[in-house]
């Protein structure tokens, strides 16, 4: 039985990943498992048993992956599963940026009914305000072409915008799908300068925070738009206020409201709705919860932020993984002590992702003295977890 404890509302579809014969669901005493959304975890103490975490979503950064990496727990999170939805919403505010269409709502619910002048009246005299910009033919610049940034620049091209992408660390498989009429740009000044509209698509780590800053801004045009679904950090709060108020920046739409931003003008705040449709919901649950459940009952890591991908059906009776760091010799010390039980290795797999390895050995009996061989491997230095699974197939 594995225990699995939840923070946020997490879909039905992915709950009902773990069958109620081999799960119990909101644990919160000794879990093995943890599901989450935006839960900030950083504050969290998090409990020995916890073998994996799996985010519902992309961002990662509510959670402290460092300091669960050296204790050899696995994080995962849900790649392009909510992309789509984000990608819509980013659409959207392209108009909303584009048309003063929130204002000019705002302003029609104000008008009043009287006999002298009639709504249609009061309408087509007012509307001059309200006069706003088409995006067909401007310059659009993507910072970050993962799996929202290549659906952005995609449909904008296909809106008539003309598109600039900068992802010095595009995938293959994203480079693939990306249109080859989006332009390159060699670095983030060209976009800076060049662009009527940018938006961010870079996830939150210690070289993006702040990424629009002051010198960011300076070489922006005078009048650009700036769009940001990826995290509030990303843009430095005062110097974007300064640029609003020289209106060097004409307007900021963002999915990460704050207590600053809130008093700002020309700044429009979407309560952090990205990935809130069903479909996305939906999907980022089910893979969230499949690729935890594969991990608790297999050993094997797929969509791992801080873990190699390490797959190998799980055919013989029992099965040893081990998380270590990626340093010489870890392999032949975890052989060296099942030779001692005199375990015969029947298949294994080794392989690592920048500082940490993941080691998956089969064994073709049950595995005995489980306990005592657990704890002889975590006495070698940088071996960080052990699990012995036994195949209940
Ligand atoms: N608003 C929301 O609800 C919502 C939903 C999903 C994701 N997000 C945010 O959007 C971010 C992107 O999501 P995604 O699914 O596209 O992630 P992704 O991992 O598929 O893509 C991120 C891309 O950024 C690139 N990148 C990293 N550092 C860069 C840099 N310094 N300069 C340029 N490119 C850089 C990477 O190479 C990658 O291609 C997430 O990290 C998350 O913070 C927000
Ligand atoms: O990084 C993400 O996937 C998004 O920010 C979505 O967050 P949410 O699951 O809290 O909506």
Redesign the pocket.
């Known amino acids: 039985m594995f225990k699995i404890k939840t923070y ?1 509302s997490i879909a039905p579809k992915g709950l009902q990943v773990f069958e109620n014969n081999s799960y119990m669901l909101n644990e919160s005493d000794n879990p093995d498992g943890i599901l989450l ?2 839960f900030n975890l950083h504050d969290e103490s998090i409990a020995q048993s916890v073998k994996a975490i799996a985010r ?4 990662v950064n509510n959670i402290p992956v460092k300091e669960l990496s050296d204790q050899g727990v696995v994080v995962f999170n849900t790649p392009g599963a ?1 992309a789509n939805a984000v990608k819509e919403l980013v659409l959207l505010s392209l108009f909303v940026s584009s048309r003063n269409f929130l204002p000019a709502i705002e302003w029609t619910n104000t008008l009043k009914i009287d006999n002298s002048t009639s709504i249609p009246s009061q309408v087509e005299s007012g509307k001059k305000q309200f006069v706003g910009n088409e995006i067909r033919g401007k310059r659009f610049g993507v910072i970050g072409v993962g799996a929202i940034g290549v659906l952005v620049a995609n449909d904008a091209l296909a809106l008539g915008m003309d598109v600039v992408a900068y992802d010095p660390f595009i995938s293959v498989n994203t480079a693939w799908q990306l249109s080859s009429n989006v332009q390159r740009a060699h670095n983030m000044d060209e976009i800076f300068s060049t662009c009527d509209y940018i938006t961010l698509h870079v996830p939150l780590t210690d070289k993006t925070r702040n990424i629009i800053d002051e010198a960011a801004i300076g070489k922006m045009k005078t009048g650009v738009r700036l769009l940001n679904f990826s995290r509030a950090e990303l843009v430095n709060v005062e110097h974007l206020q300064d640029a609003l108020e020289k209106e060097k920046i004409s307007n900021y739409i963002t999915d990460f409201p704050t207590e600053k931003l809130l008093k700002m003008k020309n700044v429009i705040t979407i309560p ?1 709705l ?3 449709t069903v479909e996305a919901e939906e999907n ?1 649950a089910f893979m969230a919860a499949s690729t935890l459940k594969q991990y608790l009952e297999t050993g094997n890591i797929q969509h791992s932020v801080n873990f190699p991908n390490v797959y190998l059906p799980f055919t013989r009776l029992s099965r040893v993984t081990v998380a270590h760091k990626n340093i010489p010799n870890m392999v032949g010390q975890i052989t060296a002590v099942l030779a001692q039980y005199e375990m015969n290795i029947a298949n294994m797999l080794n392989s690592s992702k920048d500082l940490w390895a993941y080691t998956i050995i089969d064994l073709d009996s049950k595995a005995e003295h489980k306990d005592s061989i657990i704890q002889k491997l975590l006495t070698i230095d940088g071996i960080k977890k052990v699990r012995i699974i036994e195949n209940e197939r």
């Open positions: 946020n959304r935006s519902a979503g992309v961002g909510n952090h990205g990935a809130s980022c």
